[in-house]
DNA sequence: CTGAAAGCGCTAACAC
DNA sequence: GTGTTAGCGCTTTCAG
């Protein structure tokens, strides 16, 4: 493959201007900036970008981290980065760590090894004293709440969502709530969905959570356990619309009729949540992805949050 | 930032010995290579990568084209990709074209420009006279059959699925049937869905075959469009459960049983159709995935199909 | 306007 | 075993 010296060699010119074109320089005499460009064609030259990098220390490449790459949730918030990814010609690499701290530090390492100039971290496995030592490197922009100075934060307000959504199940006269989540305590929204469970419900019986769960094989299972107890629950908050779907599946082939004998309520407005008219609360999660790109490429530490809604449709 | 040179300067060594520690090189000794681990650490540092590709002319980094990063179908794709790259220590770039051959091509050119080792297209806009020139340049894995020597293709077989499912519909005593696609006779699948249909049923009614399908609202447009036809077709066809799902609500919106009244069937076994109970063909893109992975890795041009599934719930 | 030359940070002959 | 040195392909002073 040519590279800048055969051009300058064949158009006669040294290689600082050849650089000079390349890069839409002004001061080059147009007769030269025409043979240059004539030679560029004919040797179908292509500047090579892995230089360029290398002495600009800017890649325009950033990494979005992210546990399952299979996970609608997680989807939702790539779509919203590559929205934006596309319009400010950035590229993106997708960095899966199901969750092993290691690998998540690896990835991180990329901002100093410099293959990337940012990372977007839709979701964590290792603390936060353990990532933030990385902002010497490169932006960190996280899709949660975080109050670290270095972190720009582009996140939903969890927290008022969940207890919103307690509330409202509440109001409708359930007082034996359940609700799944997809990792157990080291997750940070399970954090926050026991404790807005506790701020509405009081005391929280441990057989009402249960972990694990991330399709709608897992929502199939969780309904079963919970529908089995002693002190069945009236009303179910999944972490996710597939998981709701499954629940809502495990009623329906137990003749439990939705909502008069179980409440169900999901999360993200996902396509089959829509099918099965499943009430759901939705996060923005395209929207939140979309600012975290911007953050991140402004090198900014704000943090935005983005509003949630609740869609009420006909499960609770 | 520390490099190299400023590591071999206080390990006392040159860089050359450096760069051997680094590499695990053999023909060190053991003080001078525990002498420059132990400066690497001192100085919290890390080779640049970028230097590193350019003399190896290797990145380990592959880019997936895909016109959409919010469609079922192309997520399984990527999915499979992902987890055949997070094994073998691929970074993989996601590359959106929103169908725009000019950005297509842009992206090929990562190829030429050294930013990527391979290209994995799952969907294109170019011709295949416009792509292959860039074979020259790296790897180009297309999941789609093509016959060209230089491109490796792990596909499903398109056309024996359709042809079959058609039959199906047939056999179940169908002869007015529709379908949908996402674009239109620019696109591979529509060609040979048009193609498949013709073969069973022979004539295709234009009205029949409803364009520009993606999620649900639009399943709801096509369905709305054929079930006022004066010659209304009994079964549809959607090139995805989002789409078929969309249909189907659109059914019972206006008191149409399925699949007494409308047979309908999907693709790609997603959620939605799993809640819907909606019949679908399985085309397994999460292998075709994996398997156009395998291949841009080992710059293999072999033809990969995967067989397909169909699965019949209770819509047809 | 233009070119020579000094890097960016690393690898890999080659010589000792 | 180890160091010297010549690149990889580009950008960017600094003179002229």
Same mark, same amino acid.
């Given at each position: 493959m040519a590279n800048i010296h055969d051009i300058a060699k064949r158009a006669g010119v040294s290689v600082a201007t050849v650089s000079r074109v390349l890069n839409h320089h002004p001061y080059v005499s147009e007769s030269k900036r025409a043979a240059v460009k004539r030679v560029i064609d004919e040797m179908d030259y292509t500047p090579n970008h892995l230089a360029i990098d290398l002495i600009r220390k800017k890649t325009r490449r950033i990494g979005v981290i992210m546990? @399952?790459?299979?996970?609608q949730a997680f989807d939702q918030l790539l779509h919203g980065v590559l929205n934006r990814s596309v319009e400010l010609d950035y590229s993106v690499m997708v960095l899966p760590t199901k969750y092993d701290p290691d690998k998540e530090l690896n990835y991180l390492n990329m901002l100093k090894n410099k293959q990337l100039d940012g990372i977007i971290i839709t979701?964590?496995?290792?603390t936060w004293d353990a990532i933030t030592p990385y902002t010497k490197y490169g932006t960190i922009v996280a899709c949660e709440y975080t109050d670290h100075p270095e972190i720009g934060c582009a996140y939903m307000d969890r927290y008022g969502s969940y207890v919103e959504t307690f509330q409202l199940l509440k109001n409708k006269g359930h007082s034996r709530v359940a609700f799944t989540t997809?990792?157990?305590?080291?997750?940070n929204s399970t954090l926050l969905t026991i404790e807005a469970y506790k701020q509405i419900f009081?005391?929280?019986?441990?057989? @009402?959570h249960i972990r694990d769960c991330y399709n709608m094989d897992d929502g199939g299972g969780a309904a079963q356990q919970l529908l089995h107890l002693?002190?069945?629950?009236?009303a179910i908050y999944a972490n996710g619309d597939e998981v709701a779907a499954g629940i809502y599946q495990y009623a329906q082939r137990n003749q439990l009729r939705v909502p008069e004998h179980l409440a169900i309520i999901g999360q993200e407005n996902q396509p089959v949540g829509i099918g099965l008219r499943l009430s759901t609360v939705d996060h923005q999660l395209v929207k939140v992805g979309e600012q975290a790109f911007d953050l991140t490429i402004e090198n900014s530490k704000d943090k935005i949050e983005t509003p949630y809604h609740i869609i009420e449709r006909e499960s609770i």
């Open positions: 546990p @399952y790459n299979n996970n979701s964590r496995s290792n997809a990792r157990g305590e080291e997750s009081g005391d929280l019986p441990p057989e @009402y002693d002190c069945r629950p009236t």
